[in-house]
C-alpha cells in the first residue's frame, strides 16, 4: 500500500516536470542570496572585531556560505534532472543517481535547520563577547602610543558615532576610567594632582566623556565636562538633561544591530527548507518509473512518496540497520558449515 | 555622389538587421543606466540641500534623467524597425517616422554631448551656492529655537562628521560667528561680558568650534576650546597641531565629493553617445538599404545602402531649399507661374547672347 498515491497522465507529468524545475532554479537563486549573505556577515563581523576583542566566532557565517554553495550545486542538479526527466533515454543515466541524491538532499535539509537554528541561539556568544569587548576598548581608549592597540580610540569613537551610543552601559562607563593619557596630563598642576590622589590606583578620573559621545540633535552646543556638576554650565541640569549626549549604552546598540542580522538570515534559511522540493522529485521518478509502456509516452503512472506505508518503511529501515550490524555473524555462520564439510 | 556607400547583399542585410537589433536593445539598457545615475545624482544633491544656496546644479541630473527615459524610447522604436525591416510589407510605413527618428536621436546625443560640457562648466557654480549656502548654515547654527533653522545645528554637525571637514574654508571660520546661542549664555559672568564687549556687534566670539569637527584619528583627546591659546593645554602648539581638528572646508569637501560623483558618469555617458552614434549610423545603413533592394528587380539581390543620398554640401542646399519653400508656403504658387517662365526667357537670352558677339 503506497504512502500517498497520485495518479499521472503525461499532461500532469510534464506539468509537474517544468513546476519543479522552477522551484529547483529559484532555489538556486536563494542560494546564491545566501553565500552572499554569509559572506556580509563575515565582512561585518570583521569590521567590528575590535569591539570584540578580535574574539568573536566566524563559526555562523562559515556555515553560511557553505550551506549556500551547497544549495546551488544540489538545486542545480535537481534542476538537471527534471529538464531531463521526460526524454527517457536522458533520463535513464539519471536514474541510478536517484537515490543517493534523494539522500543527499535529506541531509542538507538537517543541515538548514542547523544552520537555521544555530543563527538564533549565537546571538547570545555575540552579546558576552561584545559587552567584554566593549569593556577593554573603554580601558585602552588613551593607548594610542601602545602598538596593537593605537586605533582603539578611533574605532571606539566611530563606532560611537555611527550607532549613537556612548559608553558600554551608558555614558558613566567613561567616569570610572582614565581615558586621557598621561603624555597630555600637566602633571605638576595642583588640579590633576588632586584627581590623581583622589583614588587608590592613581588614575586620572574625571565626570567627563570624549567628544565621540555627543548628540548632534540637541538643541545645546555639546557640554561634555563637568557632567555632573550643575553649577559649572548655566541653565544645566544634568538630571533632565537628555539630549546633550547619546543615553544609550554601545552594548546594547551593538548587539541589537547584530540581532537583528542574524534573526533576518536564520528566517531566510528555514525559507530555503527543501522539502518541496523532495516531494516533488520523489513523485515525478516514481511515476515515470511505474509507467507501464515505456514506448507510449500517454500512459497512466502512479507517483507515491514511499512505496510501502510509514511503518513498514521504518520497519524495513531497521532490519536493513541490523543485517548491517550482523554482517560478519552471518558470514560466519555460512562459512562453518562449509568448513565443517 | 552618395556619401559612404556599402554594398550589401541579402545575407548582409540580414545580418545588419539582427546586429542592430541586438544593439539597440543594449542601447536600451544604457538608457535604463543613465536614467539611475540621473536619480542617484539628483538625490544626492537633493540631500545636501540645506547647504546649497541655489538649484543651478539640478540641471546636470535632470537632463541624464531625461536623456536616459528618451533613449528608452527611441532606441525601443528602434529594435521594432529592425524587426520589421525585412518585411517589405511591414517596413513602408516606417518611412516617415524614421527621419523624426534621425531627428531625436541626433538631439539625444547631442545633449548627453552638452551634459558632459555642463558638468564641468558648472562647478564655478556649485561652490559659489555652497559658499553661500554653508555661510549660513554657519550663521543660524546656534538658532536652534526659530522655525524654519532648528535643524541647522543637527545638519551642519552631521555634515561636518560625516564628510570630515570643519568651517566653510577652513575651522576659523567659527571663530569669527556666535554660534553658542544666548539663551545659553550666563550675561553676569565676567568673561562672557568681555568677551560680547571685545567686538562692535557685541557677539560673543571665541576661539572655540562644535564638536562635529574633532577628528577621531587624532592621538589625544580634542580640544575644542581656547584653540589660539597655547598655555591653555598642556603639551599643545597651535601652529603645528595637525590632527585635532579636520584641517579641510566643507566647501572643499562637498565640492570634490560632487564632482567626483560626476566624473565617475562620464565613461558611462560616453559609452551611451558612442552607442546610440552607432545605432544611428547602422540604422541608417539599414534603411537606405532595405529601401534600394524594395525598388530593385529582384528583392533578394544585392544592394546600395549610404549615409546620404548626396554629398554633404548638395544635401545641405537641398535641406536650405526645403526649409526656405516651407517658409514661403503661401507665396510659392502665384509665382511659380511667372517665375519659371520669366527664368526660361532668360536663359534663352543668355543663350542667344553669346553667339551674336562671335557672329
Given at each position: 500500500?503506497?504512502?500517498?498515491?497520485?495518479?499521472?497522465?503525461?499532461?500532469?507529468?510534464?506539468?509537474?516536470?517544468?513546476?519543479?524545475?522552477?522551484?529547483?532554479?529559484?532555489?538556486?537563486?536563494?542560494?546564491?542570496?545566501?553565500?552572499?549573505?554569509?559572506?556580509f556577515?563575515?565582512?561585518?563581523?570583521?569590521?567590528?572585531?575590535?569591539?570584540?576583542?578580535?574574539?568573536?566566532?566566524?563559526?555562523?557565517?562559515?556555515?553560511?556560505i557553505?550551506?549556500?554553495?551547497?544549495?546551488?550545486?544540489?538545486?542545480?542538479?535537481?534542476?538537471?534532472?527534471?529538464h531531463?526527466?521526460?526524454?527517457?533515454i536522458k533520463?535513464?543515466?539519471?536514474?541510478?543517481?536517484?537515490?543517493?541524491?534523494?539522500?543527499l538532499?535529506?541531509?542538507?535539509?538537517?543541515?538548514?535547520?542547523?544552520?537555521?537554528?544555530?543563527?538564533?541561539?549565537?546571538?547570545?556568544?555575540?552579546?558576552?563577547?561584545?559587552?567584554?569587548?566593549?569593556?577593554?576598548?573603554?580601558?585602552?581608549?588613551?593607548?594610542?602610543?601602545?602598538?596593537?592597540?593605537?586605533?582603539?580610540?578611533?574605532?571606539?569613537?566611530?563606532?560611537?558615532?555611527?550607532?549613537?551610543?556612548?559608553?558600554?552601559?551608558?555614558?558613566?562607563?567613561?567616569?570610572?576610567?582614565?581615558?586621557?593619557?598621561?603624555?597630555?596630563?600637566?602633571?605638576?598642576?595642583?588640579?590633576?594632582?588632586?584627581?590623581?590622589?583622589?583614588?587608590?590606583?592613581?588614575?586620572?578620573?574625571?565626570?567627563?566623556?570624549?567628544?565621540?559621545?555627543?548628540?548632534?540633535?540637541?538643541?545645546?552646543p555639546?557640554?561634555q565636562?563637568?557632567?555632573?556638576?550643575n553649577?559649572?554650565?548655566?541653565?544645566?541640569?544634568?538630571?533632565?538633561?537628555?539630549?546633550?549626549?547619546?543615553?544609550?549604552?554601545?552594548?546594547?546598540?551593538?548587539?541589537?544591530?547584530?540581532?537583528?542580522?542574524?534573526?533576518?538570515?536564520?528566517?531566510?534559511?528555514?525559507?530555503?527548507?527543501?522539502?518541496?522540493?523532495?516531494?516533488?522529485?520523489?513523485?515525478?521518478?516514481?511515476?515515470?518509473?511505474?509507467?507501464?509502456?515505456?514506448?507510449?509516452?500517454?500512459?497512466?503512472?502512479?507517483?507515491?512518496?514511499?512505496?510501502?506505508?510509514?511503518?513498514?518503511?521504518?520497519?524495513?529501515?531497521?532490519?536493513?540497520?541490523?543485517?548491517?550490524?550482523?554482517?560478519?555473524?552471518?558470514?560466519?555462520?555460512?562459512?562453518?558449515?562449509?568448513?565443517?564439510? | 555622389?552618395?556619401?559612404?556607400?556599402?554594398?550589401?547583399?541579402?545575407?548582409?542585410?540580414?545580418?545588419?538587421?539582427q546586429?542592430?537589433?541586438?544593439?539597440?536593445?543594449?542601447?536600451?539598457?544604457?538608457?535604463?543606466?543613465?536614467?539611475?545615475?540621473?536619480?542617484?545624482?539628483?538625490?544626492?544633491?537633493?540631500?545636501?540641500?540645506?547647504?546649497?544656496?541655489?538649484?543651478?546644479?539640478?540641471?546636470?541630473?535632470?537632463?541624464?534623467?531625461?536623456v536616459?527615459?528618451a533613449?528608452?524610447?527611441?532606441?525601443?522604436?528602434?529594435?521594432?524597425?529592425?524587426?520589421?525591416?525585412?518585411?517589405?510589407?511591414?517596413?513602408?510605413?516606417?518611412?516617415?517616422?524614421?527621419?523624426?527618428?534621425?531627428?531625436?536621436?541626433?538631439?539625444?546625443?547631442?545633449?548627453?554631448?552638452?551634459?558632459?560640457?555642463?558638468?564641468?562648466?558648472?562647478?564655478?557654480?556649485?561652490?559659489?551656492?555652497?559658499?553661500?549656502?554653508?555661510?549660513?548654515?554657519?550663521?543660524?547654527?546656534?538658532?536652534?529655537?526659530?522655525?524654519?533653522?532648528?535643524?541647522?545645528?543637527?545638519?551642519?554637525?552631521?555634515?561636518?562628521?560625516?564628510?570630515?571637514?570643519?568651517?566653510?574654508?577652513?575651522?576659523?571660520?567659527?571663530?569669527?560667528?556666535?554660534w553658542?546661542?544666548n539663551?545659553?549664555?550666563?550675561?553676569?559672568?565676567?568673561?562672557?561680558?568681555?568677551?560680547?564687549?571685545?567686538?562692535?556687534?557685541?557677539?560673543?566670539?571665541?576661539?572655540?568650534?562644535?564638536?562635529?569637527?574633532?577628528?577621531?584619528?587624532?592621538?589625544?583627546?580634542?580640544?575644542?576650546?581656547?584653540?589660539?591659546?597655547?598655555?591653555?593645554?598642556?603639551?599643545?602648539?597651535?601652529?603645528?597641531?595637525?590632527?585635532?581638528?579636520?584641517?579641510?572646508?566643507?566647501?572643499?569637501?562637498?565640492?570634490?565629493?560632487?564632482?567626483?560623483?560626476?566624473?565617475?558618469?562620464?565613461?558611462?555617458?560616453?559609452?551611451?553617445?558612442?552607442?546610440?552614434?552607432?545605432?544611428?549610423?547602422?540604422?541608417?545603413?539599414?534603411?537606405?538599404?532595405?529601401?534600394?533592394?524594395?525598388?530593385?528587380?529582384?528583392?533578394?539581390?544585392?544592394?546600395?545602402?549610404?549615409?546620404?543620398?548626396?554629398?554633404?554640401?548638395?544635401?545641405?542646399?537641398?535641406?536650405?531649399?526645403?526649409?526656405?519653400?516651407?517658409?514661403?508656403?503661401?507665396?510659392?504658387?502665384?509665382?511659380?507661374?511667372?517665375?519659371?517662365?520669366?527664368?526660361?526667357?532668360?536663359?534663352?537670352?543668355?543663350?542667344?547672347?553669346?553667339?551674336?558677339?562671335?557672329?
Amino acid at each position: 500500500m503506497p504512502f500517498m498515491p497520485v495518479k499521472f497522465n503525461l499532461q500532469k507529468r510534464v506539468k509537474l516536470a517544468q513546476g519543479l524545475w522552477m522551484i529547483y532554479w529559484l532555489s538556486v537563486i536563494v542560494g546564491i542570496l545566501l553565500f552572499s549573505l554569509g559572506i556580509f556577515f563575515k565582512i561585518e563581523l570583521r569590521k567590528r572585531s575590535e569591539m570584540m576583542d578580535n574574539n568573536e566566532s566566524h563559526l555562523v557565517p562559515n556555515l553560511l556560505i557553505l550551506v549556500g554553495l551547497l544549495a546551488c550545486g544540489v538545486n542545480a542538479f535537481g534542476g538537471k534532472v527534471c529538464h531531463d526527466s521526460l526524454d527517457p533515454i536522458k533520463f535513464a543515466k539519471w536514474k541510478p543517481m536517484l537515490k543517493p541524491f534523494l539522500l543527499l538532499c535529506c541531509g542538507f535539509n538537517a543541515l538548514l535547520l542547523l544552520t537555521a537554528l544555530l543563527c538564533f541561539l549565537m546571538q547570545f556568544a555575540v552579546y558576552l563577547t561584545l559587552a567584554e569587548g566593549l569593556k577593554n576598548s573603554i580601558k585602552f581608549y588613551k593607548d594610542t602610543d601602545t602598538p596593537g592597540r593605537c586605533f582603539m580610540k578611533r574605532t571606539l569613537d566611530l563606532t560611537q558615532i555611527e550607532f549613537r551610543c556612548c559608553g558600554n552601559n551608558n555614558f558613566r562607563d567613561w567616569f570610572e576610567v582614565q581615558w586621557i593619557s598621561n603624555r597630555y596630563l600637566d602633571m605638576s598642576n595642583d588640579l590633576v594632582k588632586d584627581r590623581v590622589l583622589s583614588n587608590v590606583e592613581g588614575k586620572y578620573l574625571m565626570d567627563s566623556v570624549p567628544f565621540s559621545c555627543c548628540n548632534p540633535g540637541s538643541p545645546r552646543p555639546c557640554i561634555q565636562h563637568h557632567l555632573t556638576n550643575n553649577s559649572a554650565h548655566y541653565d544645566y541640569d544634568h538630571r533632565i538633561e537628555e539630549l546633550n549626549i547619546w543615553t544609550r549604552g554601545c552594548r546594547e546598540a551593538l548587539f541589537s544591530y547584530f540581532s537583528s542580522m542574524m534573526t533576518s538570515i536564520g528566517t531566510c534559511v528555514l525559507l530555503v527548507f527543501l522539502s518541496v522540493d523532495m516531494a516533488g522529485l520523489k513523485y515525478l521518478t516514481t511515476a515515470l518509473e511505474t509507467m507501464e509502456d515505456p514506448e507510449n509516452p500517454e500512459c497512466e503512472s502512479d507517483g507515491w512518496l514511499l512505496e510501502k506505508g510509514v511503518k513498514e518503511t521504518f520497519g524495513d529501515l531497521l532490519a536493513k540497520l541490523k543485517t548491517l550490524g550482523k554482517t560478519n555473524q552471518v558470514v560466519e555462520g555460512g562459512d562453518a558449515p562449509e568448513a565443517a564439510n | 555622389m552618395a556619401l559612404l556607400k556599402i554594398k550589401f547583399t541579402q545575407q548582409r542585410r540580414v545580418h545588419l538587421a539582427q546586429g542592430l537589433w541586438l544593439l539597440s536593445w543594449m542601447a536600451v539598457m544604457w538608457g535604463g543606466v543613465i536614467f539611475c545615475l540621473g536619480v542617484y545624482l539628483k538625490t544626492e544633491l537633493l540631500r545636501r540641500a540645506e547647504v546649497m544656496d541655489n538649484t543651478e546644479i539640478h540641471v546636470v541630473p535632470n537632463i541624464l534623467m531625461m536623456v536616459g527615459l528618451a533613449s528608452i524610447g527611441t532606441n525601443w522604436v528602434a529594435s521594432r524597425v529592425c524587426q520589421d525591416s525585412l518585411d517589405p510589407t511591414r517596413f513602408p510605413r516606417w518611412k516617415v517616422p524614421l527621419l523624426a527618428w534621425f531627428a531625436v536621436a541626433t538631439v539625444l546625443c547631442c545633449l548627453l554631448i552638452a551634459v558632459v560640457a555642463l558638468s564641468y562648466a558648472l562647478q564655478g557654480s556649485l561652490e559659489e551656492s555652497l559658499k553661500v549656502g554653508l555661510r549660513n548654515g554657519i550663521r543660524f547654527y546656534k538658532d536652534t529655537d526659530v522655525p524654519g533653522r532648528c535643524f541647522q545645528k543637527e545638519t551642519i554637525d552631521r555634515l561636518q562628521m560625516e564628510f570630515r571637514c570643519c568651517g566653510n574654508n577652513n575651522f576659523k571660520d567659527w571663530f569669527e560667528v556666535q554660534w553658542v546661542s544666548n539663551r545659553y549664555l550666563d550675561f553676569t559672568s565676567k568673561d562672557v561680558k568681555d568677551r560680547i564687549r571685545s567686538n562692535v556687534d557685541n557677539r560673543y566670539l571665541l576661539d572655540g568650534v562644535p564638536f562635529s569637527c574633532c577628528n577621531p584619528t587624532s592621538p589625544r583627546p580634542c580640544l575644542r576650546y581656547h584653540l589660539t591659546d597655547n598655555n591653555a593645554h598642556f603639551n599643545y602648539d597651535y601652529q603645528s597641531e595637525e590632527l585635532n581638528l579636520y584641517s579641510r572646508g566643507c566647501r572643499q569637501a562637498l565640492t570634490d565629493y560632487y564632482m567626483e560623483l560626476m566624473n565617475s558618469t562620464g565613461p558611462g555617458v560616453l559609452s551611451v553617445i558612442l552607442i546610440q552614434l552607432s545605432v544611428l549610423l547602422s540604422l541608417r545603413y539599414l534603411q537606405t538599404a532595405v529601401e534600394t533592394a524594395m525598388v530593385l528587380e529582384d528583392p533578394e539581390g544585392d544592394s546600395e545602402g549610404y549615409l546620404l543620398e548626396k554629398g554633404v554640401k548638395e544635401t545641405i542646399e537641398d535641406l536650405k531649399i526645403n526649409a526656405l519653400t516651407m517658409l514661403k508656403f503661401g507665396q510659392v504658387d502665384p509665382n511659380a507661374a511667372e517665375g519659371s517662365s520669366e527664368v526660361a526667357d532668360a536663359e534663352k537670352d543668355e543663350k542667344d547672347a553669346p553667339p551674336s558677339p562671335a557672329s
